[in-house]
């Protein structure tokens, strides 16, 4: 098992252009986790999807962030254009869920998105 | 609505001392109750979770959860703690009724002192 792998691991970018992570959630897992983590704010989630569909994205923060899922095993964060204000760790998670609803999340190690 | 709080931002503790992390919660219905470790420039990872039955539960790397409904708390405890543990801890919690959501705390950081 390789858990959940997001890439890149870090991305600098300057203000205005656009910004693409990627995640790659664990095989089998039917939902899939876009976090935010900051300092100021904790760890926020962004959006969440259940097979591949988007089931809330009350968390995104302003029409510059947009997320897809095109398939089981893919899923996109983009930012555009991108601000200082969106300097962030950004995780990606997955889970399966059961019957019972409790299951853990598994996380990747996260991008650390750095705009000047 | 779904809450978490975790009352101290950094918790200082000898090695080989016990440890508590403090975490309460708020929720519709009977809570599942999560905690996680965050190491530098890592992920989270589960350590345990309490879903029903017996209010201590037993996870990875030694830690301990006890459930207290009446005080509507999921401290973390572990008997002896190891400067490895050193890291950030995270409560959470998911309600059984509503959307899928996981409410994680603030985060608590762990400091054992050698």
């Known amino acids: 098992d390789a858990g959940v792998i997001q890439s890149p691991r870090h991305e600098v970018t300057e203000m205005g252009q656009e910004v693409t992570l990627r995640c790659k959630p664990i095989s089998g897992h039917d939902y899939l986790f876009w976090y935010r983590q900051t300092m100021m704010r904790g760890l926020e989630l962004l959006i969440y999807f259940n097979n591949n569909v988007p089931i809330d994205d009350s968390g995104m923060p302003e029409d510059r962030f947009s997320a897809k899922m095109p398939n089981a095993s893919f899923s996109t964060l983009k930012i555009q254009p991108s601000e200082p204000r969106d300097s962030a760790v950004y995780f990606c998670?997955?889970?399966?869920?059961?019957?019972?609803?409790?299951?853990?999340?598994?996380f990747g190690n996260g991008t650390r998105l750095t705009v000047t | 609505a779904q809450s978490v709080a975790q009352p101290e931002d950094q918790v200082n503790v000898a090695e080989g001392n016990p440890l508590t992390v403090k975490c309460t919660y708020s929720v519709s219905g009977n809570p599942y109750l999560f905690w996680y470790v965050q190491y530098p420039n890592r992920g989270l990872q589960f350590l345990l979770k309490?879903?029903?039955?017996?209010?201590l539960v037993k996870g990875s790397y030694g830690f301990e959860a006890e459930f207290n409904k009446s005080q509507t708390s999921f401290h973390l405890k572990k008997p002896s703690a190891l400067v490895s543990d050193s890291a950030l801890y995270f409560c959470a919690v998911r309600g059984t009724s509503g959307t899928y959501k996981y409410i994680f705390g603030t985060g608590t950081r762990l400091k054992v002192l050698a």
């Open positions: 309490y879903i029903t039955g017996d209010n």
């Open positions: 998670a997955s889970s399966s869920e059961g019957y019972f609803y409790n299951s853990p999340l598994h």
